[in-house]
């Protein structure tokens, strides 16, 4: 069981380029977010999906995009990229609601400088 | 939306003492308190939560209170050991709503425990 996990661990892009960032989780879950850290900020929510063909903004979406065509995949597109948008990112997933205890199961990051 | 304050930002303790990081937060509604230990460049990971219906929890040397009444809650550590250094995150959120895929995160607190 591999959990989460995210494609690719580093990346260095110079200014205007596109690229995807790619996260799959094989639990079945039907919750899965993208945060960006950056230092002194914490995380904070990018993109989040309820379950397949559901998508919403978080709290900093500019810049970035997010579909979710299967359950197991929500892959995170930059379109143009910016230095701003230097960061690490983190996909996460959890269970439905139900009212049960469900935590939340991090990826273990993706390090994007842009240049 | 719900807005969580996280203190202090830094926190330095000798080993064997003990750590408190206090959390606020701004909707009545949430209901579920978890907390994530972040070591250096790894995940983060949950490693305890907290409901409203209950006042506090412990698992051995780890602490969870929570006020709803005030609206806070901390993490107390003790006993603490070099292994407890990392970031702590603080987050709440609503889980009766569909809000789960917009967990709110506190900044993060830096903790070094001296020897």
């Known amino acids: 069981n591999a959990g989460v996990t995210q494609t690719p661990k580093f990346q260095v892009l110079k200014t205007g380029q596109s690229m995807t960032l790619q996260c799959a989780q094989d639990?079945?879950?039907?919750?899965m977010s993208w945060y960006r850290q950056d230092p002194g900020m914490g995380l904070r929510l990018i993109h989040y999906?309820?379950?397949?063909?559901?998508?919403d903004q978080g709290e900093v979406p500019n810049g970035y995009n997010v579909s979710r065509s299967t359950t197991e995949d929500f892959p995170l597109r930059l379109l143009s990229a910016a230095p701003s948008q230097t960061s690490v990112y983190f996909c996460?997933?959890?269970?439905?609601?139900?009212?049960?205890?469900?935590?939340?199961?991090f990826g273990d990051g993706t390090r994007l400088s842009i240049l | 939306g719900e807005n969580v304050e996280q203190h202090p930002s830094t926190l330095s303790v000798q080993e064997g003492d003990s750590a408190v990081i206090k959390c606020t937060y701004s909707?009545?509604?949430?209901?579920?308190f978890p907390w994530y230990k972040q070591e250096l460049g790894k995940r983060p990971q949950l490693i305890i939560d907290?409901?409203?219906?209950?006042g506090e929890k412990k698992d051995q040397r780890i602490a969870v209170t929570l006020n709803k009444t005030a609206k806070h809650f901390s993490l107390h550590i003790t006993e603490t050991q070099p292994e407890d250094s990392a970031v702590y995150f603080c987050?709440?959120?609503?889980?009766?709503?569909?809000?789960?895929?917009?967990?709110?995160f506190g900044a993060g607190t830096q903790v070094v425990v001296t020897p």
């Open positions: 996460a997933s959890r269970a439905g609601a139900g009212g049960k205890r469900q935590p939340q199961h």
């Open positions: 639990m079945n879950h039907e919750y």
């Open positions: 999906s309820v379950g397949a063909g559901i998508t």
């Open positions: 909707d009545s509604a949430s209901n579920y």
């Open positions: 907290i409901r409203s219906n209950v």
């Open positions: 987050a709440a959120i609503d889980v009766t709503t569909d809000s789960w895929g917009k967990l709110q």
